[in-house]
């Protein structure tokens, strides 16, 4: 199996759209084909960025696509269930038992609850995970009632995971309308993710730097 054949996998199509209607009536922000295609896409960046090959890329893309699909089990330790589930799915394609294990190690550490970044695919799905805070992920229309997750990813108007050309530093650039969300919003639920992303950035032999409004904080 391929990244592109996962993609297309009508029961895997299933279990990511039923986890987001599950975070839907928890009132999670959005976590559907958006926000894994996205996170895929930043993984495959990083990884190829830094010279990993294209066997490497594939299996994070994999790991990106399916990481959250145990929130179809229960949001808490969705990491782990989502990498039992992915165990059983990718076991029986053609994939190699140590690419599946791969896939399923990333997965199942990705949370920043528990998760460490135990090898290269792990720690390119972390940072693409938490860096994926934007405007668009906001489901609730009403500003009135906004939570302070809701807030913070609405101030997000612009947000950029990028490697330097000497490839020693990975920034996460965001630019916040400060109207809906302080800094001290965003740290208040997001500093454990930010220090999540520099200990995978220093797996992959990176400095992980956060800047906000071209202000540098981490």
Do not use: W
């Not at 930043?42 to 299996?59: I, K, M, N, P, S």
């Not at 994926?132 to 489901?139: E, I, T």
């Not at 032999?205 to 202000?215: D, P, R, S, V």
């Amino acid at each position: 199996m391929t990244y592109q054949e996962l993609r297309k996998d009508p029961a895997i199509h299933a279990l990511i759209q039923r986890a987001d209607e599950s975070l839907v009536a928890l009132g999670f922000t959005e976590h559907s084909f958006a926000h894994v295609g996205r996170v895929a896409d930043t993984a495959r960046y990083v990884l190829e960025t830094l010279g990993y090959d294209a066997h490497q890329v594939e299996l994070a893309q994999m790991a990106a696509y399916l990481h959250d699909i145990g929130n179809l089990v229960n949001r808490v330790e969705h990491s782990q269930s989502g990498g039992a589930m992915a165990f059983c799915l990718l076991q029986k394609t053609d994939l190699p038992a140590d690419d599946v294990a791969i896939i399923v190690t990333a997965i199942g550490n990705h949370d920043e609850g528990t998760g460490v970044p135990v090898n290269p695919v792990a720690a390119a799905l972390i940072l693409a995970d938490k860096s994926d805070v934007r405007r668009s992920r906001v489901r609730n229309a009403d500003e009135t009632t906004f939570d302070i997750h809701d807030r913070v990813n609405y101030s997000v108007e612009r947000s950029n995971l990028v490697i330097d050309e000497a490839h020693t530093t990975i920034t996460l650039e965001l630019t916040v309308d400060t109207h809906y969300s302080s800094v001290m919003d965003f740290f208040e639920i997001f500093l454990q993710r930010m220090i999540m992303c520099r200990k995978a950035a220093e797996h992959l032999g990176l400095c992980f730097k956060l800047t906000i409004n071209e202000q540098s904080l981490m």
